[in-house]
């Protein structure tokens, strides 16, 4: 019985989540809105360079950099960081969930470093991230 009922919730998740698809594809979510351009005017500190992320999805996120937890952005807000320049590995995994982004990035110095998270519809596991630099 144990073993319907995970299956149940699989699919019901799945139909969830490609609904949700359909509906941000056809703008009614907003969230690749080029008005909502999100102009941070953030200054990083002399010497370091900031990674700020723009979380839009629907979930908590936690922030690693580099193995390290860092911190942990809310559902629809966004943080800064600071960190030294170079290239650095950030993991983002969803707060009580299995979802998850891993990838190497590049701090530059006194910039910023934007990712902009959003959920990967046609996979429920992972993020969708566009790094951007400001």
Excluded: Q
């Excluded at 019901?12 to 009614?28: I, N, P, Q, R, S």
Aim: charged share 30%; hydrophobic share 35%.
């Amino acid at each position: 019985m144990r073993t319907l009922c995970d299956v149940m919730v699989k699919r019901m998740k799945t139909v969830f989540c490609g609904l949700l698809g359909l509906w941000a594809a056809t703008g009614m979510m907003g969230c690749d809105d080029p008005s909502d351009s999100g102009d941070f005017d953030y200054v990083p500190p002399s010497g370091y360079g900031a990674m700020i992320v723009d979380n839009r999805s629907l979930t908590d996120i936690n922030v690693y950099v580099d193995g390290v937890s860092i911190d942990r952005v809310g559902d629809d807000s966004d943080r800064h960081f600071d960190i030294r320049p170079g290239s650095h590995r950030i993991v983002l995994d969803e707060e009580d969930g299995g979802r998850r982004w891993s990838g190497d990035i590049d701090i530059l110095d006194a910039r910023l470093t934007i990712l902009r998270v959003t959920m990967d519809f046609g996979d429920s596991n992972d993020y969708r991230v566009s790094v951007e630099f400001d």
